[in-house]
């Protein structure tokens, strides 16, 4: 079939395909709207649960799920919306024809400028089809573009963590390769964008465009450009198409600044302030997290009121308490680290027994680490890695009420923490409780 896109066949096949195109927009259009509502509260919480635990890779893969769903969201029901205006009017036309302007008996004056700002109504049905299929065409042109904002910073990141920052690359390599790699990203990134908002102006100049070439070369494999770059320069040499798309450019803007405007019924109290003293956010404890759809905070415990003789206290693990771990216990950190992003295919583990002691002495650090009080009574730490109610890792213990008097107390978990080459003690979590022994 590629063979044969110059056969007047195919040219002929193409266009009845182009006049019955809007019956496939419809129907991929109405699926799609389903389809991204029904996942949008999914990722939304995926991203919200990647923050919360400090999961870099799924927060940013979730992120831009989620800014993809909005755009389709929001371009295909305008898509629907213009769609079903333009059935419409077809309808209309059916029955009415053309616009009929002696008909309506209107003032010279208005009868001119209507005839001049309103026109004919096939070309109101006209201007309708172009705005559907563009939009409906650039929709997806989108999601690319978010794709090729999102593979850059990746590159940058990739360059920066396992190029610059890599203790296994000899230093020549590392620095000498690494940051004219990195100027070279940074600075090709705000030429192609450059190039991008002027329409591709840098192309246009001979000298100039010679200079360029490389770095756009470079940048189609980066954005994958390659793969939708036939859509880029069909828009391009569309004035109608060229204008539209930056027309829905304000558009997105508005729409964020819309979303983030929110009402504040006080200037002291809201309701995600983290617990301390005087407040006790429901993220801090269990019965509350089982019954509402909030995210585990750092520290939780069982309820608000206890009125067992033992406390639980359970501590959700992040990455950064692993480094913690390596900044006091040196001996812990490995050669590799193998944080982040794994390939189950091939994964044998030898040396069990090793690893276990080393587990051991991980915990060992980490009790160091963190110490628990109850107001002014500190208690031994003795956190075992455990799971929580919700499948979520991290750290357990139990501490005893025996000695505890009835009323409110106040749990704080604290850690120490190396600033200046000097060791300070850190509050992680305050959460209030009240001791009510049955």
Do not use: M, P
């Given at each position: 079939m590629s063979q044969d896109y110059n056969n007047p066949g195919f040219k002929k096949l193409l266009q009845k395909l182009q006049e019955e195109s809007w019956q496939l927009e419809l129907i991929i259009s109405g699926f799609a709207i389903f389809g991204l509502f029904t996942i949008y509260d999914p990722i939304q919480n995926s991203v919200?649960?990647?923050?919360?635990?400090?999961?870099?890779?799924?927060?940013?893969?979730?992120?831009?799920?989620?800014?993809?769903?909005?755009?389709?969201?929001?371009?295909?029901?305008?898509?629907?919306?213009?769609?079903?205006?333009?059935?419409?009017?077809?309808?209309?036309?059916?029955?009415?024809?053309?616009?009929?302007?002696?008909?309506?008996?209107?003032?010279?004056?208005?009868?001119?400028?209507?005839?001049?700002?309103?026109?004919?109504?096939?070309?109101?049905?006209?201007?309708?089809?172009?705005?559907?299929?563009i939009i409906f065409a650039i929709s997806f042109l989108l999601i690319f573009y978010v794709l090729a904002i999102s593979f850059t910073i990746v590159s940058i990141a990739l360059i920066g963590n396992y190029v610059i920052s890599s203790d296994t690359l000899p230093g020549w390599i590392s620095k000498g390769i690494g940051i004219p790699l990195m100027l070279f990203i940074c600075i090709g990134m705000l030429i192609t964008f450059i190039d991008f908002v002027t329409l591709g102006y840098l192309k246009k100049k001979k000298w100039i465009s010679k200079i360029y070439f490389p770095v756009y070369w470079v940048f189609s494999i980066i954005t994958l450009s390659f793969l939708y770059r036939p859509l880029v320069y069909n828009f391009l040499d569309h004035k109608f198409g060229r204008r539209l798309s930056f027309i829905l450019v304000p558009f997105y803007l508005l729409i964020l600044a819309i979303t983030s405007f929110h009402y504040e019924s006080s200037n002291y109290i809201h309701a995600n302030i983290r617990s301390n003293t005087i407040i006790a956010n429901n993220e801090n404890y269990d019965d509350q997290l089982a019954t509402n759809k909030k995210f585990t905070g750092d520290v939780t415990i069982p309820s608000k009121v206890i009125t067992t003789s033992h406390l639980k206290i359970f501590m959700l693990y992040h990455e950064n308490i692993e480094d913690r771990v390596f900044a006091f216990n040196s001996g812990l950190k490995p050669k590799r680290d193998k944080r982040g992003l794994q390939n189950n295919m091939v994964n044998v583990n030898f040396g069990g027994s090793n690893r276990d002691s080393l587990r051991r002495e991980y915990l060992k650090t980490f009790n160091y680490i963190y110490t628990v009080q109850i107001d002014s009574t500190s208690y031994p730490s003795e956190f075992i890695l455990a799971q929580n109610f919700k499948n979520e890792l991290g750290f357990e213990t139990y501490i005893s009420l025996d000695s505890l008097s009835k009323g409110k107390h106040v749990l704080s978990v604290s850690r120490l923490r190396i600033r200046k080459k000097d060791t300070i003690n850190w509050i992680v979590e305050r959460i209030p409780f009240w001791y009510f022994k049955d």
């Open positions: 919200h649960e990647a923050k919360n635990t400090q999961q870099i890779y799924k927060f940013f893969i979730s992120l831009i799920a989620q800014i993809s769903c909005a755009i389709l969201i929001f371009n295909l029901i305008l898509h629907v919306l213009l769609r079903g205006l333009w059935i419409g009017a077809l309808g209309l036309r059916y029955v009415s024809g053309d616009i009929d302007y002696d008909v309506l008996n209107y003032s010279e004056r208005f009868t001119k400028y209507l005839k001049k700002k309103v026109g004919s109504f096939d070309k109101y049905i006209g201007t309708l089809e172009n705005y559907c299929s």
